[in-house]
């Protein structure tokens, strides 16, 4: 394909598409969790979590190729600068003092059910510390970026202009969590990091921004609940 036609393609990535993407990334997770629920809890008890995450590992491994490959090229390392690389880990400390500070707490109180789903979640990353920061800090934020950031909202500024496409990438991202406790502060998480890539161009920075968040929220939450 020469680079026009290319170009061509990525400017008509429209909102549904991106939604076939995401249904794609949720039944690849769907995939992990029944593995690890029907054969790796119950063959492999006491190494469950760790098949558990090399099965995560592939997964994400293969969404990521076939988005690049499909839906359009994500460039992981195009626009990396030290400038970028700076506003990434201011980033990543902004938003564990907004969200993890200031609205998850506020949170909890309106949602008690929501925040005891979430104690619950806590309770199983302490189970596996290790795994668990590897999936939280990396995995997560690798595939998150690339579908949020690198796909979704870089295709659709295109489509429907920066802003929208903004709003609509941290929209979706907020509820690809699933809790009311997180949703909110995944919503403002997505305004941040999408604001981000609109300003470097680097999902790269995205990932480290993202990834940065995620450990110093993890270290945190480890030191808060010690014998949770």
Request: hydrophobic fraction near 55%.
């Amino acid at each position: 394909m020469i680079s026009g036609d290319f170009d061509m393609v990525e400017q008509d990535l429209r909102f549904g598409k991106v939604i076939l993407w995401v249904v794609f990334y949720i039944g690849t997770m769907f995939i992990s969790a029944f593995l690890n629920v029907l054969v790796w809890e119950k063959v492999f008890e006491k190494r469950a979590a760790l098949f558990d995450f090399i099965t995560k590992a592939v997964c994400v491994g293969i969404f990521v190729v076939a988005l690049d490959q499909k839906g359009r090229k994500l460039a992981m390392f195009r626009n990396v600068s030290l400038t970028g690389i700076l506003a990434a880990i201011g980033c990543a400390v902004l938003l564990f003092l907004v969200t993890d500070k200031c609205v998850d707490p506020f949170l909890a109180r309106l949602f008690p059910q929501s925040e005891g789903n979430y104690q619950d979640a806590v309770w199983a990353l302490k189970q596996t510390p290790v795994i668990s920061a590897l999936q939280v800090c990396i995995l997560a934020p690798l595939v998150e970026e690339a579908l949020m950031r690198g796909f979704a909202l870089d295709g659709m500024k295109r489509t429907y202009g920066a802003a929208v496409a903004l709003i609509l990438s941290s929209v979706i991202f907020a509820l690809l969590h699933f809790n009311m406790v997180q949703t909110l502060s995944a919503l403002l998480c997505g305004i941040v990091l999408g604001a981000l890539y609109l300003k470097t161009g680097s999902l790269f920075c995205c990932m480290l921004a993202h990834g940065g968040y995620n450990l110093i929220s993890y270290v945190a939450i480890m030191r808060e609940h010690p014998g949770l």
